[in-house]
């Protein structure tokens, strides 16, 4: 399983951004797809999360009510719309899939990373 992260950029604060994510390779093997961040310093942590079948959903409550993660199975691609931007949201954002069933929020469960994409949100 490859993946494939863009979308990333530099946005005011109370901005939107959407990222993408595509998926390839075995694609059959995944159970559920991850959006993870890591700001400097600090340890990458769980953003939002969805079942690749059923697009059942599951977020951080950090995010909660700001970002919605969604799929578009025809086209192997996950996507994660960031609205109502905080400067705190800044951070490399991180796709990762699993075959792990339910929605995993920890790093160690997921396999399969993608290289990540850069979100800067000024204040």
């Known amino acids: 399983v490859q993946l494939q992260a863009s979308g990333g950029g530099l946005v005011q604060a109370g901005g939107s951004l959407r990222l993408s994510c595509i998926v390839s390779?075995?694609?059959?093997?995944?159970?559920?797809m991850g959006w993870f961040r890591q700001a400097p310093g600090k340890e990458r942590e769980f953003v939002s999360g969805?079942?690749?079948?059923?697009?059942?959903?599951y977020y951080a409550n950090t995010v909660k009510g700001r970002f919605t993660m969604s799929r578009d199975n025809t086209k192997n691609t996950v996507f994660l719309q960031m609205n109502r931007l905080k400067p705190e949201d800044t951070a490399v954002y991180y796709c990762?899939?699993?075959?792990?069933?339910?929605?995993?929020?920890?790093?160690?469960?997921?396999?399969?990373w993608g290289q990540g994409t850069l979100v800067t949100v000024s204040s």
């Open positions: 990762a899939a699993t075959g792990i069933s339910g929605i995993p929020t920890m790093t160690r469960d997921y396999p399969y």
């Open positions: 390779g075995h694609t059959s093997s995944i159970y559920a």
């Open positions: 969805i079942t690749w079948i059923s697009g059942a959903t």
